[in-house]
């Protein structure tokens, strides 16, 4: 929290001494505010009570009289009377100090601008408006609290020409308070707060006035559970301003309400039929929306317009030393989780999933869906039910689909959502959209699509709805799963045949996928295809363990000696197998037991342990088969004997970070010798069992998950401590992976979480 000794104002005026402006008062006191605070107010009896509690030094209720040689005025006053309070203010303000800053704290923001305009002849540019999300159902100074706007948003408005150095003190004022500062236009607020905060207290006044009003109303209250009571305490709040407040914002308020009471008859409509689907489906959505974007505001992946909260900061501390030992099943393959909800929600009939990862990537895929009207069931500890809609069912989402930091999700999205009838905007957290979809945007429209993207080929994309696909021949210039599988799910609503050629292997879960649920995709040699118009048959699906999070301890075990760790039901389709075969290649003593085939994809267990590593000269045809295993592998180079050469790497340097750029900033800092060139890197390791391969030091993980988990493993063989900072976006892809490695027997403590 930013200290009051920090607010540069020799006079501060409270106008309005109720609880918003007392409570201001009294956490400015609390934090150090050493500067003179004045009360206005028609009541002397606050202004009285302010005084008598300390929160102010002197005031009154004549305005005029008050605002000399005050540097920051504060309007705290209901918002039907911010034009008459502009009005005195706009007489006295000549006798003010000439850097005066004017904000306020109303919730209505274009009532209040509109208000400026007509006074002032428009918003000053020492006026900064402002709406603390603070508030309780008491009211008056004596209710003032010290720790109302802490860890609460106080969101500013300010106008386009704006006074920079004004919009510094209130951002200022309001930090000192411990509140969370953000920006955003007048009317995005008022359309926010309309459907967040205004529509809520509509609907608690009404539910208690109408229960009110019930003959057994005492039985009725008597009888409450917390939830009831919980909701309706905002019932309690003060009339006089929430009905200025209706009025002042009526317009979204009344937008709001429509699309309330749309729902409600959707909701009333199901009970009345009985209809159960639409009835989960609404529960579902809703009950896992609330838990998603819970979860998700608390996440450093949350950005753009959404966060509504400052990003917070995980780091990881790894001791040196340490085992690697037992037996474990890591979570479900992410390819195949988001691939399994797409699928399932376009298929007739009802998919029942196993294994579904639950992270933060694939249950931003499941959130899409349900936006989309897909009834979801789960997930329940990996079990997910979906009800699928048909190639034609789902619906336009109300705005745009967050798919996190996850490239999967967002170019086959990008497929899919070419085929659909309604417009659509895809967006990512400030990571993913940074990164290239010109690689998926391009071919697309050659099938027809319209598709418009950020500068630079960079999302967010907005895909244009109705357009008529054809399909095509293409050949890929790179090797990737998620363009390939993109133009497949374009391929499903396009006319004709689309074909598509890769210039190497890359994993075919969604080939495979796809004939499981009954959609015939053929394959020959490089090239696969499909026809278009057909339909999905829903299916079960049992996700096997992603190979990609089994690498870590595949890694830890290959490093370590005395280890011994058996993976369970990890998922070893051929196109994923290029970290099996590298690790085989420099001598890792590694087992394939108990193979199968679930679902149409082979799995297995595997079992590693300690034998010396040799570095190699990486196949080439191995690194699209392993290029999101290369972080752990990279570890494994810094531990073998020799030198180990990587080429053909280039789809490295676009992942979630410069993988390449970002591991050998880590492994210098460790001590390992190695050569960055464009296309990979060369990795000198030690190769001596007997002592530390290297040192310790403090990682940057530039948010990616793989490096973070990479580094984490090394401290197995560190001399030191290694400490990794950003490393909240594991969760996207290993949301037990700090468990895991406690239990295998590495030491790794969590830091600001």
């Not at 109720?18 to 009294?26: F, N, V």
């Not at 790894?318 to 690697?324: F, K, L």
């Not at 500890?381 to 745009?400: C, D, E, F, N």
Request: aromatic residues 6%; contains cysteine.
């Amino acid at each position: 929290m930013s200290g009051g000794a920090d607010v540069d104002e020799s006079r501060l005026l409270i106008v309005g001494l109720g609880l918003i402006g007392g409570s201001l008062a009294s956490a400015l006191r609390f934090a150090g505010f050493e500067g003179q605070i004045v009360g206005c107010d028609p009541n002397p009896d606050e202004i009285a009570r302010g005084i008598e509690m300390g929160l102010i030094d002197s005031g009154g209720t004549e305005l005029g009289a008050q605002v000399a040689d005050a540097s920051l005025i504060v309007l705290a006053v209901p918002v039907l009377a911010m034009e008459t309070v502009m009005k005195t203010l706009a007489g006295a303000l000549p006798k003010a100090a000439p850097d005066v800053v004017i904000t306020d704290v109303g919730s209505t923001k274009a009532a209040i601008r509109a208000c400026a305009k007509r006074v002032f002849g428009g918003v000053p540019a020492n006026m900064v408006l402002g709406h603390p999300i603070a508030g309780s159902e008491k009211s008056g100074v004596s209710a003032a609290n010290p720790d109302l706007y802490r860890h609460h948003k106080v969101i500013l408005t300010p106008e386009p020409d704006v006074d920079e150095a004004a919009l510094a003190r209130v951002s200022a004022l309001w930090a000192a308070c411990g509140a969370d500062v953000l920006e955003m236009s007048v009317e995005h607020h008022d359309h926010v707060l309309a459907r967040t905060s205004h529509l809520p207290h509509l609907l608690a006044f009404s539910l208690v006035d109408t229960l009110a009003r019930q003959d057994d109303r005492l039985d009725i209250f008597r009888y409450a559970a917390g939830g009831f009571r919980d909701f309706t305490r905002i019932a309690g709040s003060d009339p006089v301003m929430w009905r200025d407040i209706f009025i002042a914002n009526r317009q979204a308020v009344l937008s709001s309400l429509d699309d309330f009471e749309a729902g409600l008859a959707r909701l009333r409509k199901a009970v009345e039929q009985g209809d159960s689907d639409a009835l989960i489906a609404t529960f579902d959505r809703a009950s896992h929306a609330r838990h998603y974007f819970d979860t998700l505001l608390n996440k450093t992946t949350y950005q753009a317009e959404y966060h509504m909260q400052p990003e917070g900061k995980v780091t990881y501390r790894v001791r040196p030393g340490g085992q690697a030992q037992g037996r474990l099943r890591v979570p479900g393959d992410k390819s195949m989780s988001h691939r399994s909800i797409m699928l399932g929600a376009l298929a007739d009939g009802v998919t029942e999933v196993k294994g579904f990862l639950e992270g933060e990537d694939s249950l931003a895929t499941l959130q899409a869906f349900r936006e989309m009207g897909v009834a979801i069931e789960g997930p329940h500890q990996g079990r997910v039910t979906i009800h699928g809609v048909g190639m034609h069912g789902l619906k336009a989402p109300s705005g745009p689909l967050y798919v996190g930091n996850s490239g999967t999700a967002m170019r086959l999205f990008a497929g899919l959502l070419a085929g659909q009838a309604f417009d659509s905007e895809l967006t990512g957290d400030e990571s993913l959209n940074k990164r290239p979809m010109a690689r998926v945007a391009d071919p697309l429209r050659l099938m027809g699509a319209t598709i418009d993207t950020a500068e630079g080929g960079r999302p967010p994309l907005n895909v244009r709805g109705g357009a008529a696909l054809k399909g095509i021949d293409y050949d890929m210039p790179m090797a990737s799963a998620q363009v390939k599988s993109c133009l497949l799910l374009a391929g499903l609503y396009a006319e004709g045949e689309t074909r598509v050629r890769e210039p190497a292997p890359t994993r075919d879960h969604t080939e495979r996928m796809l004939n499981g649920f009954g959609y015939p995709v053929s394959r020959e040699g490089d090239t696969c295809w499909l026809q278009g118009g057909g339909k999905l048959t829903a299916g079960p699906i049992d996700v096997p363990s992603d190979i990609s999070s089994a690498t870590f301890f595949l890694v830890a075990a290959a490093i370590t000696p005395g280890s011994d760790i058996t993976l369970e039901h990890v998922g070893i389709n051929p196109t994923r197998i290029g970290v099996i075969n590298i690790l085989t290649l420099m001598g890792a003593n590694l087992a394939l037991e108990n193979q199968r085939e679930v679902g149409g994809e082979p799995v297995a267990d595997i079992r590693i342990r300690y034998a010396p590593l040799s570095g190699i000269e990486i196949p080439v045809d191995q690194v699209p088969l392993a290029i999101d295993e290369f972080p752990a592998l990279f570890i494994a180079a810094a531990n073998a004997k020799g030198t180990t050469r990587l080429r053909g790497a280039e789809e490295l340097r676009v992942k979630e970070s410069d993988r390449i750029q970002a591991m050998a900033d880590g492994l210098a800092i460790l001590g390992v010798e190695h050569t960055v060139v464009a296309d990979g890197i060369d990795i000198t390791g030690n190769g001596d069992d007997q002592v530390a391969s290297y040192g310790g030091g403090r990682i940057d993980s530039l948010g990616d998950h793989r490096i973070a988990m990479a580094f984490a493993i090394a401290g197995l063989r560190a001399s030191d401590d290694i400490v990794i900072d950003d490393c909240a976006n594991v969760a996207t892809s290993f949301p037990d992976f700090v468990d895991l490695v406690t239990r295998v027997g590495m030491t790794l403590s969590v830091e600001g979480a």
